[in-house]
């Protein structure tokens, strides 16, 4: 078959880098894959060294056409012959239309014939807005190989994500300061704070894929005081190494905790809620049966063979 990939840039946030694990794994099932990126960006490189073939000059021959994330679905609706033959990755919940003020009737989701989630309440939020559609569970591969976990943060929790209101970053700090506990964190992911509100804290900003695993890797566990998410990949990739995650109590990281019971979770409004939630992942740091279990189920659900497999039924 012959794929072409469809997405609205190349940088290292989880959709990009959840499309890459998407064309190995085609790739490696022997289908042809070429990409089409509105922006270019580091990630690009990567797709090259898996393999992925340069666009051909006829848009309109491919079999399949994959939009990766709501944003390509009017480019996939413009260039495949039917809409049987696009197959989009919705990787954002509908609370992201209310958060930035878009219209979600603007970009032809309900013309679709099939629609791919991480997570299953998405397909919940989505079916009335695409009531002729087919929705289907896509979980993202998530991968720490080759990466070790190491003490090279050691008093540090990693935080990841660009710094927006969705990963609600600033709200965290404030959780920190009300409940009166001494935190440090290492922020990872694009743009800046305002300002920096704590010296204690690093801040990495963008770092490569690579690095941002070392990191994750390097920290003690992972805080997340996230209001909007649809499935954590940095949260993941810590349980991966055998570290305690402490995750805010939204629909996607609720589905996380009832496959990988070691997951901790907290109000994002609560105070006390988030210093109850750190406690436990304070004890949970000694538990290395607790996380060697996790690290297990993690495997289980988000590894290259689970993957693989929940994809071939998806393309055909």
């Known amino acids: 078959m012959n794929v072409l990939l469809l997405s609205h840039q190349l940088d290292y946030s989880g959709a990009p880098i959840a499309l890459l694990r998407l064309a190995e794994a085609l790739i490696g099932q022997g289908h042809r894959v070429s990409l089409l ?28 056409y994959f939009a ?26 509908r609370a992201f239309f209310r958060l930035y003020g878009r219209d979600e009737t603007q970009y032809g989701l309900s013309r679709l014939k099939r629609a791919l989630f991480p997570s299953k309440f998405q397909i919940e939020e ?5 009531p002729d559609c087919e929705l ?20 540090f929790f990693a935080v990841s994500g660009a710094w927006e209101p969705r990963k609600n970053q600033a709200g965290l700090l404030k959780l ?23 010296a204690q804290h690093h801040y990495f900003g963008q770092v490569s894929a690579l690095e941002a695993k070392r990191i994750i890797a390097g920290s003690c566990g ?7 998410e649809t499935q954590n990949l940095a949260a993941i990739e810590s349980i991966l190494v055998g570290h305690p995650v402490l995750l805010s109590s939204i629909p996607a990281h ?20 988030f210093a109850e939630g750190f406690a ?13 279990e996790g690290r297990d189920q993690a495997e289980r659900y988000f590894g290259k063979a689970a993957f693989s497999e929940a994809l071939s039924p998806l393309i055909n």
């Not at 609720?254 to 809620?273: H, K, M, N, R």
Request: negative net charge; charged residues 20%; proline residues 5%.
């Open 136 to 155: 289907r569970q896509l979980r993202n591969q998530v991968s720490m190989t080759g990466i070790q976990r190491s003490n090279s943060f050691a008093d």
């Open 254 to 273: 609720q589905e996380l905790q009832e496959l990988i019971p070691s997951v901790v979770l907290f109000d994002a409004t609560d105070a006390a809620s």
């Open 280 to 292: 436990s992942v304070t004890r949970l740091k000694s538990d290395s049966a607790h996380l060697d």
């Open 176 to 198: 920190i300061d009300s409940a009166g506990l001494d935190i440090k964190l290492n922020f990872i992911g694009t743009g800046k704070p305002p300002s920096i509100p704590c």
């Open 68 to 93: 990766n994330t709501f944003l390509m679905v009017p480019l996939a609706l413009e260039l495949a012959p039917s809409e049987d033959k696009i197959l989009a990755w919705i990787h954002e919940s």
């Open 126 to 130: 989505y079916r009335t807005l695409m």
């Open 37 to 64: 990126s509105k922006q270019d960006g580091p990630l690009g490189i990567e797709f090259v060294k898996c393999g992925v073939q340069a666009t051909d000059s006829n848009l309109a021959q491919y079999d399949l």
């Open 222 to 228: 992972l805080i997340s005081a996230a209001i909007n």
